[in-house]
Structures are given as structure tokens and as C-alpha cells.
């Protein structure tokens, strides 16, 4: 991801019409208010969906990329711990105008944000940063395909077709990087 970054840096550099916008989470505290009665990971989701429309908004793009992980590109609601939640991509806009693509990997190691282990999520009450460890964490492969990476859409042969997304991303086997940025 850092690698991909960089890339479309150098080429905004170069004069290619790309811009870059960071949009993850509520941007101020009027955002995490308004969306703060979602339940489960909904505020967040909400506040990343509002933040990509007005950034989209802001020109006459051709097409927008937006890169984020599988359960914000989903195409229908996501149930975790008995909360139901709208990810990010149902907010965008409607379904037939937005692709969204399913990582798939031959397993590995992710930088991901998971629940600190004890941690149980109440109904109706949002998810805190103290109730997450951001870290390394294994991942399970999704099969072993001789492939080198690739997008295709729709489902991968012997798959079957999954409603969530048009298509897949095929990785092969994956290793988390380090943070890329140390904070203080």
C-alpha cells in the first residue's frame, strides 16, 4: 500500500491529474457527532463515506480509487457481534455505480486493527480506540492460485460468486509491513 502511495505521488509530481485525500475516520467533532447513534463500526464507516464524497465532489474526476479493506468495501450490511452496520461503500452511492473488489490471498501476515482480546462490543455503543490493538496478525488464505496478482471481476474460477463485491484482487501469499510511520 505505502509502495502504491509513493507511486501516485511521483506521478501527481510528474503532472498526471491525480490527487491524494486522506479520509479515514470522522474529520472533526461535529462529523463524530452526527454520525455517533450508528451502531458498531457505523460511525466510522459513515465518516469515511462522507469524507470520499466531498473529496470527490471537490473535481470532475474520471474515476475515484479508493483503497480500503474488505469489510468497508462491502455491498451489504455487515453483522459483527450483534451490532448491524452499513460499511462505507453502501453510503457512496448506488451499488451499480461503484465497483468494489474483494482481496484474495494465499494468506500471510496483515496490518490490521482488530478488538483487544476480552473486548465485547455493547449494541447500540460505538467502538473506542481503546478497545483495539492495531498490530500484525496472521490471515488465512483464501486459496493457492499459480497466478501472479491480478483483478478480475466476478467470481474466480471454482469460487462461487460473492454478492458483496463485483469481483476479486488475487495477492498470492502477503507479509504486513512495518508501520511506515513511527509516532510519538
Not at 451499480?96 to 490490521?112: E, Q, R
Not at 488475487?170 to 509516532?183: H, I, Q, T, Y
Request: proline content about 8%.
Amino acid at each position: 500500500m505505502l509502495a502504491l502511495l509513493v507511486r501516485l505521488h511521483n506521478l501527481a509530481r510528474l503532472g498526471q491529474s491525480i490527487d491524494i485525500v486522506a479520509f479515514n475516520g470522522a474529520k472533526d467533532a461535529e462529523q463524530s457527532r452526527r454520525f455517533s447513534d450508528l451502531p458498531g463500526q457505523g460511525p466510522h464507516d459513515a465518516a469515511q463515506a462522507e469524507n470520499i464524497r466531498v473529496a470527490a465532489a471537490a473535481h470532475a474526476y474520471d474515476h475515484v480509487l479508493v483503497l480500503v479493506g474488505n469489510v468497508h468495501a462491502r455491498k451489504r450490511p455487515v453483522e459483527h457481534f450483534r451490532a448491524q452496520f452499513e460499511p462505507m461503500v453502501m453510503r457512496l452511492g448506488p451499488p451499480s455505480s461503484i465497483i468494489t473488489l474483494n482481496m484474495k490471498t494465499a494468506g500471510g501476515t496483515a496490518w490490521n486493527c482488530e478488538l483487544k482480546p476480552g473486548v465485547t462490543p455493547k449494541p447500540g455503543k460505538p467502538i473506542t480506540q481503546d478497545d483495539i490493538a492495531c498490530g500484525s496478525y496472521p490471515i488465512s488464505g483464501d486459496a493457492d492460485l499459480p497466478h501472479s496478482p491480478f483483478i478480475a471481476l466476478g467470481a474466480l474460477q471454482g469460487m462461487a460468486i460473492d454478492p458483496d463485491y463485483d469481483g476479486v484482487f488475487w495477492l498470492g501469499k502477503v507479509n504486513a509491513s512495518s508501520k511506515a510511520v513511527v509516532s510519538h
